[in-house]
């Protein structure tokens, strides 16, 4: 695996405050940079076309470009923080530094000192009622240390700690349901994640995150005997190799349950053609991660203008389909207008700039709108007494939304642009109508 300077010349010219927004920082535009509403020392450049990334933060006097902030407020790896800035995938040839019998690197971090809130309220609001987990695990991780909420942010904290049972790290969630942020407390260990241990510890399962973990040991209590339950805060080779080793774990004692999507399933496929031994655990393909499973939540979650009890396959569908699949329904507004009123509107709505999706069911047509757009849509339609309703049917969109004739990581020379998401989604349409 080599990173070219082709790939750190790209990944240092990203905006990252955007980039940063986009992956639930709240930061506050103060003139020509952006300031980290939790961090108010730390100030970021808000850099233009042909400018690099650069952030510096004056409590601590220290400072860096694009690739240093992953590393070191999202706790990234140098090729994480590459492949996360530009969207490029990097391949990951797993060559063990060492081998198998070798010894750890005994972890030298000194103790975190996390700023914790003296009460835990988020905590159980975001664990137990949106994640689905039970009250009482929970309530006993948090009594027994492994769970807190940080004091400023109400993050949820998932502790880890050293063999002296001094705390060296902590995965961080956020318990906002409109922003996600995920990260890894600054200063913690490597090689380390959040984990629950029964009895010996002696059969290993690594997951993706805490809350997939937590929702796997719920789901499998009753059968769950001497192991050990880890997140690797992602897809972390060197987490599962570093505990297997300070664990003295063989092999074939090991298992594999990252996501069921394309970054889970390589990450397991690689590790085991290097360890052959390892065992791969997976959610019936129905379901995207073990908390989806736990949840009942499956991967194509219907969206706004689909209906089970229609045939969609005989179904028109009018409008812009990448704007419904990339937009939650909690932003959208469902109308229904009759099919002759619809084609009357028709070309006015797709000459206008604004997104909508309909299907046409009978004589009627049902359209999904943006909340912002619905008193425009009264005033084309001529109708100010309408009355929107919302769907009962929850929907998120994918983290990433990717469109485009070419992956984009296959386009050897790209200039990366900025504008309003709406406007993006039209534009797609529009080239994707184009050809």
Not at 310 to 338: C, F, H, P
Not at 406 to 432: C, F, G, N, T
Request: aromatic share 10%; glycine share 8%.
């Amino acid at each position: 695996m080599r990173i070219t300077d082709e790939q750190k010349e790209r990944a240092a010219f990203v905006n990252l405050p955007q980039f940063l927004m986009a992956h639930g920082f709240d930061l506050k535009k103060v003139g020509k940079e952006y300031v980290w509403k939790d961090h108010d020392s730390l100030h970021i450049k808000d850099n233009g076309p042909g400018e690099r990334g650069a952030w510096f933060r004056f409590s601590e006097d220290k400072g860096g470009d694009n690739i240093g902030f992953l590393r070191e407020y999202m706790g990234m790896s140098f090729v994480d923080a590459v492949e996360a800035l530009t969207g490029e995938h990097i391949d990951r040839t797993y060559i063990p530094s060492r081998t198998y019998e070798q010894k750890p690197k005994t972890v030298t971090a000194r103790e975190l000192s996390l700023a914790e809130a003296d009460n835990a309220r988020r905590v159980f609001a975001y664990l137990c009622k949106t994640r689905g987990l039970d009250y009482d695990m929970v309530s006993a991780l948090v009594r027994g240390g492994s769970i807190a909420q940080e004091e400023k942010t109400g993050n949820v904290l998932f502790k880890y700690y050293d063999e002296h049972g001094k705390v060296i790290g902590a995965e961080k969630v956020g318990t906002s349901t409109e922003h996600k942020f995920k990260g890894i407390a600054t200063g913690s260990a490597a090689g380390h994640g959040f984990e629950v241990v029964r009895g010996t510890g002696e059969k290993a399962f690594f997951f993706e995150s805490a809350i997939d973990m937590l929702s796997y040991l719920q789901m499998h209590d009753k059968e769950l005997t001497d192991c050990r339950l880890v997140s690797m805060m992602g897809v972390k080779p060197n987490i599962v190799l570093d505990t297997i080793l300070r664990n003295n774990i063989s092999p074939d004692h090991v298992f594999l349950c990252s996501d069921n999507d394309t970054a889970g399933n390589e990450f397991a496929q690689r590790l085991q053609e290097q360890y052959p031994d390892m065992k791969r655990v997976i959610t019936p393909d129905t379901y995207k991660d073990w908390n989806d499973m736990l949840r009942g939540i499956p991967k194509a979650v219907e969206h706004e203008t689909e209906k089970k009890e229609v045939d969609t396959t005989s179904m028109q569908y009018y409008g812009n389909e990448m704007w419904n699949k990339a937009t939650d329904n909690r932003d959208k507004s469902l109308v229904t207008i009759q099919a002759a009123d619809f084609a009357r509107l028709q070309e006015q709505l797709d000459n206008s700039g604004i997104n909508y999706y309909a299907y046409a069911r009978d004589n009627s047509v049902i359209m999904a709108i943006n909340d912002k757009d619905i008193e425009w849509f009264k005033r084309i339609a001529g109708t100010p007494d309408l009355v929107p309703t919302k769907s009962n049917r929850p929907y998120s969109p994918p983290e990433k939304n990717i469109f485009g004739s070419a992956e984009y990581r296959y386009i050897p020379q790209k200039e990366y642009l900025s504008a309003d998401r709406d406007l993006v989604l039209k534009m797609a349409e529009i080239m994707k109508a184009r050809g």
